[in-house]
């Protein structure tokens, strides 16, 4: 427990729990863990978003396909796609990085392919009467510090010089405040076409589908050794064997565990609170039509309303510890959920009398280029895709069609961005990269902290927070 009683939800989070009591998303439903022997056209190894997605577009590829997807937590989603903040965006905010790694032509070409899951979110929801909360909002994104000030000038020139300047407009403290009156924001940038849901709805809604379309799931079945074949071989840690011409991982932070990969991620926690249902207390701060927030830090705080009327405040802010392990810290850690709900106190003082009721976390699968990577293990039979870096809601339905599309061999617009087949930027070999993990992401929340004091960082801090981003890593503003 934290100061004022707020419960950890080690083991699921409440929009889980929330998703599982409607009894339309049938999470009731029993997928037992494999046991024995068994062959697939297709195995799925996750059962995320960037999974489901897969076998969802695999099936709509080629409706015979038997796929078999495993799962390692009780259920589909209770990993970070049920625990996110539910942010359902592209990838216009790394407008500035796409451009450095591929070029004006290539980043316009996945900036909008991954902007178009938005809407092909909202209709897949629609078509499947899936209620996932689904509001088209737009994204704020405002200074909380003086230092963050004008830190977004140079994406939004970026967009006006390629002609998509649309996609961002700023706005001054007043018309950011008229939005949302948060009394620690000044100017900002807002994003129309952004959206958020509720990601355990999204989550469940896809498990109800792909077992209605025949697929194979289950569920407390991870896995403990993949071969890569041809043909593909998985064997969980209790002993079942899935034997598949073609197989998928769809692992998120977990890929980190891969030796093929253990240097192309740094798994990172990033939790978050939530609020009892105040709708009255939104209305009378003018946050009424459900935007997305989040502020220029690069630790970055983010929050969002609920169809209740609550408040969903969140940070990415945890300490990186030894060996960035994969552990129950990941999913709670009490520093951090303690300084997210002085936080939300700051942010939203006339809530000082609503009650926080709830509180998790869960990693993400950071990469150095802040962008996924898909590609396909040699002999052409085991694919993989990874690394949203905090922000899989949108892309990781654009991962599903990479992913399908690498799995049945099609050569069409999803396999050819240049997301895919190419390598991951590597962080330094160990002890390096634990170490200088740990070093930067404390200097960074620590000069973070020091700018919300309007204050200057120590030259130490400051010079360590800064070794990052000398070093060609995107790691944020």
């Given at each position: 427990?934290?100061?004022?009683?707020?419960?950890?939800?080690?083991?699921?989070?409440?929009?889980?729990?929330?998703?599982?009591?409607?009894?339309?998303?049938?999470?009731?439903?029993?997928?037992?863990?494999?046991?024995?022997?068994?062959?697939?056209?297709?195995?799925?190894?996750?059962?995320?978003?960037?999974?489901?997605?897969?076998?969802?577009?695999?099936?709509?590829?080629?409706?015979?396909?038997?796929?078999?997807?495993?799962?390692?937590?009780?259920?589909?989603?209770?990993?970070?796609?049920?625990?996110?903040?539910?942010?359902?965006?592209?990838?216009?905010?790394?407008?500035?990085?796409?451009?450095?790694?591929?070029?004006?032509?290539?980043?316009?070409?996945?900036?909008?392919?991954?902007?178009?899951?938005?809407?092909?979110?909202?209709?897949?929801?629609?078509?499947?009467?899936?209620?996932?909360?689904?509001?088209?909002?737009?994204?704020?994104?405002?200074?909380?510090?003086?230092?963050?000030?004008?830190?977004?000038?140079?994406?939004?020139?970026?967009?006006?010089?390629?002609?998509?300047?649309?996609?961002?407009?700023?706005?001054?403290?007043?018309?950011?405040?008229?939005?949302?009156?948060?009394?620690?924001?000044?100017?900002?940038?807002?994003?129309?076409?952004?959206?958020?849901?509720?990601?355990?709805?999204?989550?469940l809604g896809l498990r109800r589908e792909l077992l209605e379309a025949g697929v194979r799931i289950h569920e407390r079945s991870p896995a403990g050794r993949i071969g890569a074949g041809p043909?593909?071989?998985?064997?969980?840690?209790?002993?079942?064997?899935?034997?598949?011409?073609?197989?998928?991982?769809?692992?998120?932070?977990?890929?980190?565990?891969?030796?093929?990969?253990?240097?192309?991620?740094?798994?990172?926690?990033?939790?978050?609170?939530?609020?009892?249902?105040?709708?009255?207390?939104?209305?009378?701060?003018?946050?009424?039509?459900?935007?997305?927030?989040?502020?220029?830090?690069?630790?970055?705080?983010?929050?969002?309303?609920?169809?209740?009327?609550?408040?969903?405040?969140?940070?990415?802010?945890?300490?990186?510890?030894?060996?960035?392990?994969?552990?129950?810290?990941?999913?709670?850690?009490?520093?951090?959920?303690?300084?997210?709900?002085?936080?939300?106190?700051?942010?939203?003082?006339?809530?000082?009398?609503?009650?926080?009721?709830?509180?998790?976390?869960?990693?993400?699968?950071?990469?150095?280029?802040?962008?996924?990577?898909?590609?396909?293990?040699?002999?052409?039979?085991?694919?993989?895709?990874?690394?949203?870096?905090?922000?899989?809601?949108?892309?990781?339905?654009?991962?599903?069609?990479?992913?399908?599309?690498?799995?049945?061999?099609?050569?069409?617009?999803?396999?050819?961005?240049?997301?895919?087949?190419?390598?991951?930027?590597?962080?330094?070999?160990?002890?390096?990269?634990?170490?200088?993990?740990?070093?930067?992401?404390?200097?960074?929340?620590?000069?973070?902290?020091?700018?919300?004091?309007?204050?200057?960082?120590?030259?130490?801090?400051?010079?360590?927070?800064?070794?990052?981003?000398?070093?060609?890593?995107?790691?944020?503003?």
């Open positions: 427990m934290i100061g004022g009683g707020l419960p950890p939800q080690t083991h699921i989070s409440w929009w889980m729990e929330e998703a599982r009591a409607d009894h339309d998303l049938a999470a009731d439903v029993s997928c037992p863990p494999l046991t024995g022997s068994i062959s697939a056209d297709v195995v799925v190894v996750g059962g995320g978003y960037t999974g489901m997605w897969t076998a969802w577009f695999l099936k709509e590829r080629d409706p015979a396909l038997d796929i078999v997807l495993l799962e390692a937590d009780e259920i589909c989603g209770a990993g970070p796609s049920g625990r996110n903040g539910g942010f359902c965006y592209g990838m216009w905010e790394d407008l500035e990085a796409l451009v450095r790694s591929f070029g004006d032509e290539d980043a316009l070409r996945v900036a909008h392919a991954a902007h178009r899951s938005v809407g092909e979110i909202e209709a897949w929801l629609t078509a499947h009467r899936v209620d996932a909360w689904f509001v088209r909002g737009g994204h704020l994104s405002a200074a909380s510090a003086p230092a963050q000030h004008g830190t977004w000038r140079g994406l939004v020139e970026e967009a006006a010089r390629l002609g998509v300047g649309d996609r961002f407009v700023e706005l001054t403290a007043e018309q950011v405040r008229a939005r949302a009156h948060v009394p620690v924001f000044g100017a900002g940038v807002f994003q129309p076409g952004n959206a958020t849901l509720q990601p355990a709805r999204l989550a043909p593909v071989r998985v064997q969980t840690r209790a002993g079942a064997t899935v034997t598949a011409a073609q197989g998928v991982l769809g692992l998120g932070a977990w890929t980190a565990s891969l030796p093929r990969f253990r240097r192309a991620i740094v798994p990172r926690g990033t939790y978050m609170v939530l609020s009892d249902p105040a709708p009255e207390r939104l209305a009378d701060i003018g946050w009424t039509e459900g935007e997305g927030l989040a502020d220029w830090r690069v630790a970055v705080r983010y929050f969002r309303t609920t169809a209740d009327g609550r408040i969903a405040f969140g940070a990415a802010s945890a300490a990186a510890g030894a060996g960035v392990g994969l552990g129950p810290r990941l999913r709670y850690d009490n520093t951090s959920v303690g300084k997210i709900a002085a936080d939300f106190r700051r942010f939203f003082p006339s809530w000082s009398a609503v009650p926080l009721i709830a509180a998790w976390g869960g990693p993400m699968d950071v990469t150095g280029s802040h962008q996924p990577f898909f590609g396909t293990y040699p002999g052409g039979a085991l694919h993989y895709g990874a690394g949203y870096t905090g922000g899989g809601v949108g892309p990781c339905h654009m991962g599903g069609k990479i992913l399908s599309g690498l799995a049945t061999g099609a050569d069409d617009e999803w396999t050819r961005l240049p997301l895919v087949h190419r390598e991951p930027r590597r962080f330094p070999p160990e002890p390096l990269r634990s170490a200088g993990a740990a070093l930067a992401q404390g200097a960074i929340v620590r000069r973070d902290e020091a700018h919300d004091r309007d204050e200057e960082p120590d030259p130490i801090t400051d010079l360590i927070a800064h070794v990052p981003r000398w070093m060609g890593y995107e790691l944020g503003p």
